[in-house]
């Protein structure tokens, strides 16, 4: 890979953790839900850059394009301008950052030793990256169709339960 | 380590899960608590396609539809019942939901 | 039908009688539980019988038989067979007790026709015939501590059987706890014999007796008679343990005659005789039965001239009567020992339940002031009391005299006899015919005293058959064992056939002097003479001539008082034993366990209630709190990785 791919690697990186901090900090949630969508467009970038097209794809169109615009929905359908308090808990805080920048040691820490003992084969990646969507293809309806099957009645199931959701009066009562 | 590895793409993929849970833990809007949801899986997606372009193995690809997939539709669901559960209490303060306490 | 056959349906008769009455408790059919009761009674006498004319069968040196059933426990040292032994004597005992046992369960039939509860009754009964039969039929200590035990709560039971009177129940207790005083020193008695000889095995033991001199250990022995003793003087009621016997009379009269007279207050009897080795080895302890024996007989004979009830004189004979028997094991007559129990078992058993007859006639009345005259009431009663009382005053040829005659005797003529044991032996037997003539004026003859409401009627034929074979058993009873002394000196050949059963499981007491026959007519002259006499003078002054009694009775007031409130020993037992001991257990009480064991395990209580306070905090309901919680056990997983 040429300098080209890391000066891609690090402008997409940088954008898509600039965004997750805006998701996590930014107390209007219009803003949190656009600087999500913009995250996914980023991971979606470093996907390309990955050699999987598909997924990128799939990502832009399913992830970016659907969910995003869902919450984007329910954020505008609530008008949820008005927030006093975006951040929950005082003293609380404190304790949850150290959790979670512990948590975040901890998981680099085990992620560099999963790659150490891993072993990674050096294949033909021009041949799999240039044959990369049909590959896919061939396992996903072969090795996994099973699971395949059993997500589209995921999916039915999904959908009948949003219905019902959203169907109803609201509150505790069915 | 300007070169880009392995490494490079699992240490995003684990500052970015973080963010995720940071964001779990934190905020007070329920929908954003969802959103926050929504990152940590993208950050898992990134890393399985990470593996799989370097171990050249279709499994990780595939992995990353199906979690795309169930992430979509829990998307979905979480969100009606948002919608239902702000319709009955016009609360989204998830602080104000603590029925189950001991 | 072999041998453990037999035995194990001797035992097992009476204690499925029991399992079946037991569980039916709630039946309200009195004649149901009644038959089924004496039938397994009447089981196991048939099995008694087997057995005792298998051992005819034996020659006479070898006449045993053992049977082991299992190995009940084996720890160090102690190896405890559940093990059952048909000799000479306990043959005899079990024929009496499965014999009189049955008569008694077929009276009850009628007597507790009226109960609310017979299956209960009569479950207990037979409890109590198995653990009767259990204590004789043991081979060793423990397992006739079992059957000793079991007795005792037997009597407990039945003497409390109608609980619901408070009087009744505190009586059962006195019972029990002053048994388990005396039981306290049987184990003792139990401790010091395996200590010093390593087996609680009877045969074993007298064996060991019989190789003992005095320096190696007449010592110890002496001791753990001593104590086993205090056991017998707990379960056979005698000083200073025999209060509990009057105030047991509370119970039904049928158990009375079983318990009280003819079988559980013996066990003290058999036991001594079982190991009469081992007493022969320790003349001292045997002094001290003797003289405990004579003492009791003469002290309750005292009492007993005195009470109105008609129930309490019996009992006090009862006591009176087990005096003698002591006094005859105490002397090292085992042999008049044992049959005196047999033909006692015999006259008592027929007098208790005879008055059972007269109770029942009365409709429950049992003071004595308010009978009289019931002999044309009664008559059957009345005829059958007569054999009884007449075998008690130990008049020839019925039963008592030979009995009682014998110890008598030997009171005076064994090593270890005395001429004062004799006398007071003497003296006792006039007492007793005194009161028992009193007994039988006041009951049954003279001016009626009746009140005009109740119709005495005889009994039915379920009560008095069995106080027809008791009364034929109590004149012909005594013919079994008749002293050699009287057919010597008619030169008849009619050997003493009692004596020779027993003897070659009895030990002679060392140093046995020529008997003067003369000496011994003398004496018997002497006995019944003046229980004659006795009997004479209270006929006098109950029946003719009544009016003189208050002359008596004015001079003698003092004395009345000390024997009517019986020397005052329940309300010294009370004042000096049972009120200390009351409230040092309040004492301990109120101070000790409220304050100090009770404020610990509140304190602990206490404790865990806090805990749970405090911890209860951690379930807020806050959803992100439980998210952080999972980071955080998330973060030391991998930490731990």
């Known amino acids: 890979m040429g300098e080209s791919y890391n000066i891609v690697f690090y402008i997409l990186s940088s954008v898509a953790v600039l965004a997750a901090l805006g998701v996590i900090l930014l107390p209007n949630p219009i803003y949190s839900a656009l600087c999500l969508a913009g995250t996914m467009v980023a991971l979606a970038g470093l996907f390309f850059a990955l050699g999987a097209y598909f997924v990128a794809g799939v990502q832009l169109i399913v992830y970016a394009g659907a969910v995003m615009v869902l919450f984007v929905m329910v954020v505008m359908l609530f008008d949820l301008r008005r927030e006093t308090e975006a951040f929950s808990g005082g003293p609380w805080g404190f304790f949850l950052k150290i959790g979670a920048g512990a948590l975040a040691l901890g998981l680099i820490a085990g992620a560099f030793e999963i790659s150490k003992t891993g072993a990674p084969e050096a294949g033909d990646k021009a041949a799999a990256l240039a044959t990369s969507t049909k590959a896919l293809a061939e396992v996903l309806f072969t090795k996994h169709v099973f699971a395949f099957e059993i997500i589209s009645v995921l999916l039915l199931i999904v959908i009948v339960g949003a219905v019902t959701l959203a169907r109803s009066r609201g509150g505790t009562h069915v | 380590m300007f070169d880009v590895g392995l490494n490079h793409y699992l240490l995003l993929s684990a500052i970015l899960f973080s963010l995720g849970m940071i964001g779990v833990l934190i905020r007070r809007n329920a929908i954003v608590i969802l959103m926050s949801i929504e990152l940590m899986l993208n950050a898992v997606n990134l890393s399985f396609v990470a593996f799989s372009h370097q171990m050249n193995n279709m499994d990780g690809k595939i992995i990353v539809f199906f979690v795309m997939t169930i992430a979509a539709a829990e998307a979905g669901v979480g969100l009606a019942l948002a919608v239902a559960i702000l319709k009955r209490f016009k609360e989204i303060n998830i602080r104000q939901f603590e029925q189950l306490k001991g | ?197 390593g087996t609680v095995n009877f045969g074993a033991l007298n064996a060991a007796a019989a190789q003992l001199t005095p320096e190696t250990g007449w010592g110890i022995v002496t001791i753990a008679c001593l104590f086993l003793f205090v056991g017998a003087m707990g379960k056979s009621a005698q000083i200073p343990l025999y209060v509990w016997l009057p105030d047991a009379m509370a119970g039904p009269t049928p158990v009375s005659a079983l318990i009280h007279a003819a079988t559980m207050v013996t066990a003290g009897v058999y036991m001594i005789v079982r190991l009469n080795a081992l007493y022969v080895a320790a003349p001292i302890t045997m002094t001290i039965v003797a ?101 008690i005053l130990g008049l020839p040829p019925f039963s008592g005299f030979f009995s009682k005659d014998e ?202 209630l806090e805990g749970g306070r405090g911890l209860k905090g951690y379930q807020s309901g806050n959803v992100q709190q439980y998210a952080l919680y999972m980071v955080i056990g998330l973060v030391a997983i991998l930490l731990l990785l």
Request: neutral net charge; glycine residues 8%; charged residues 10%.
């Open chain 3, 407 to 608: 110890i008598l005797w030997q009171a005076y003529h064994s090593p270890r006899g005395h001429i004062i044991f004799w006398i007071m032996g003497v003296v006792g037997a006039g007492l007793t015919a005194f009161y028992m003539t009193r007994l039988m004026a006041l009951t049954f003859w003279g001016k009626s005293r009746v009140p005009s409401k109740t119709h005495p009627h005889e009994a039915p034929p379920t009560m008095t058959v069995p106080l027809i074979i008791l009364a034929v058993l109590s004149v012909t009873g005594g013919w079994i064992g008749i002293p050699h002394v009287i057919t010597h000196t008619f030169h008849v050949d009619i050997p003493n056939v009692f004596q020779d059963w027993l003897s070659p499981r009895l030990t002679a007491v060392p140093n046995q002097t020529e008997a003067d026959p003369m000496l011994e007519w003398i004496f018997m002259g002497v006995s019944v003479g003046l229980a004659g006499c006795s009997a004479w003078l209270a006929y006098y002054l109950y029946v003719l001539k009544p009016n003189v009694l208050d002359d008596v009775y004015s001079k003698l007031r003092l004395v009345h008082k000390v024997f009517y409130n019986k020397y005052w020993v329940d309300e010294a037992y009370f004042a000096f034993i049972i009120r200390p001991i009351v409230a040092f257990s309040r004492f301990l009480w109120s101070k000790f366990d409220v304050l100090v064991i009770d404020k610990a395990t509140y304190l602990i209580s206490d404790l865990i």
């Open chain 3, 291 to 391: 003289t405990v024996g004579a003492v009791t007989a003469l002290m309750a004979a005292t009492i007993g001239l005195t009470q109105w009830d008609i129930k309490k004189v019996l009992a006090y004979s009862t006591v009176s009567q087990l005096g003698y028997m002591f006094l005859g094991v105490g002397v090292g007559a085992f042999g008049p020992g044992m049959f005196h129990l047999m033909t006692h078992a015999f006259f008592k058993a027929l007098m208790f339940l005879g008055a059972g007859s007269v109770i029942h006639a009365m409709h429950e009345e049992q003071d004595m002031r308010y009978m009289g005259g019931l002999k044309k009431y009664i008559p059957i009663t009345h005829w059958t009391f007569v054999f009884g009382w007449l075998a």
């Open chain 3, 1 to 197: 039908m072999s041998h453990s056959f037999l035995i194990a349906t001797c035992l097992l008769a009476p204690f499925i009688g029991f399992l079946i009455n037991g569980f039916m408790y709630r039946q309200k059919n009195p004649y149901l539980a009644g038959a089924l009761a004496t039938g397994a009674a009447a089981t196991s006498f048939v099995c008694s019988l087997l057995l005792y004319f298998d051992l005819v069968r034996m020659p006479a040196e070898a006449r045993n038989i053992t049977v082991t059933f299992f190995e009940w426990f084996g720890v160090a040292g102690l190896s405890v067979p559940a093990a059952f032994t048909v000799d000479q004597i306990s043959s005899v005992m079990i024929l009496i007790i499965t014999g009189v046992g049955s008569l008694i369960h077929l009276f009850s039939v009628g007597y507790m026709s009226h109960d609310e509860r017979p299956s209960k009754y009569f479950a207990y009964l037979n409890l109590f015939l198995v653990n009767m039969l259990l204590l004789v039929l043991g081979d060793n200590l423990l397992v006739m501590f079992v059957g000793w035990e079991g007795v005792g709560l037997c009597s407990y039971l039945l003497i409390g059987y109608w609980f619901k009177d408070e009087e009744k129940a505190a009586a059962g207790m006195k019972a029990f706890v002053v048994n388990r005083i005396g039981d306290a020193g049987l184990l003792l008695g139990i401790f010091f014999l395996f200590a010093h000889f």
